[in-house]
């Protein structure tokens, strides 16, 4: 809900433009999520960030995007943070500001055309068509509501898109079932045999440092990202599966793939 005392027409400074280096495709929609930062009125950035505050009771990660929304001027903004703004820009279309709900945009046509507009453009991966028919089966249990069964499966497409980019860009080599480290980059493997997504990232990242700004591969201590995956795949964590967390990882899949197909093999 709006405050009825928002003032949208009183002009309020936003972070500056983040300057991102990474050659990508998807760089012309981080951009215009930018612009429409810096040119958002004081009552709109309120009205984000009291819909964030309300959606983080239920996903914490929503206070991350918050707070990478509402950092001083000349600060970097997450990836993430700006895919998120691209999505949010279809508060403009709604006809009652009020009833806008963003954790509904997955179920749209423009969150489902974007997604597999920039999957569709990815050149690395054997199994796009596959990977493709396997979001649409997670979109679909989104829409259902069935986030136990939607969440696996985005955790599970976010590495295997991963895996994909490594092995066309000659970092990885499948053998039978098996994934081998081709430069030996993670040390103390057996066999060079790579087993966890922490050791793609590590690839990924001498591949192109840009891979740490998407969060689902951030790896570092600071992040709680891998732990909560670890665990909810695994059985110990049975509190996440909620239609938020989905969201976070339709978000993360948009990035991830935003980001991808502007790789070549």
């Known amino acids: 809900m709006i405050d009825d005392d928002f003032d949208y027409d009183a002009p309020v400074t936003r972070i500056a433009a983040h300057k991102n280096e990474a050659q990508q ?3 012309i929609i981080l951009e215009n999520a930018e612009h429409y930062l810096d040119t958002m009125t004081a009552g709109e950035h309120a009205f984000l960030q009291k819909s964030l505050a309300q959606l983080a009771q239920e996903e914490a990660y929503f206070q991350v995007l918050a707070d990478a929304l509402d950092q001083p001027e000349a600060c970097k903004i997450a990836n993430d943070a700006l895919n998120f703004l691209y999505f949010w820009q279809l508060v403009n279309d709604e006809d009652d500001i009020k009833q806008f709900d963003v954790l509904e945009v997955p179920n749209g046509e423009f969150f489902k055309t974007e997604l597999f507009k920039a999957l569709d453009a990815m050149q690395v991966g054997a199994h796009k068509e596959q990977r493709r028919h396997l979001i ?18 985005l955790y599970a497409q976010l590495e295997g898109l991963l895996t994909d ?24 493997l057996k066999g060079n045999e790579i087993k966890s997504l ?33 665990n909810l795949l695994h059985g110990t964590e049975l509190a996440y599966f909620t239609q938020g967390r989905s969201f976070v990882l339709f978000l993360w899949l948009f990035s991830v793939i935003s980001f991808m197909r502007g790789i070549k093999p």
């Open 198 to 230: 922490w050791h793609k990232s590590k690839i990924a990242f001498e591949m192109n440092p840009y891979f740490t700004e998407l969060a689902v591969y951030k790896m570092d201590s600071s992040s709680s990202v891998t732990s909560t995956r670890h």
């Open 136 to 153: 649409e089966q997670a979109l679909n249990l989104y829409e259902q509501g069935i986030y136990a069964g939607c969440i696996p499966m």
């Open 25 to 27: 495709a998807g760089k």
């Open 165 to 188: 980019v490594l092995v066309a860009k000659g970092f990885l080599e499948q053998k039978d079932t098996k994934f081998l480290d081709v430069h030996k980059i993670v040390p103390g």
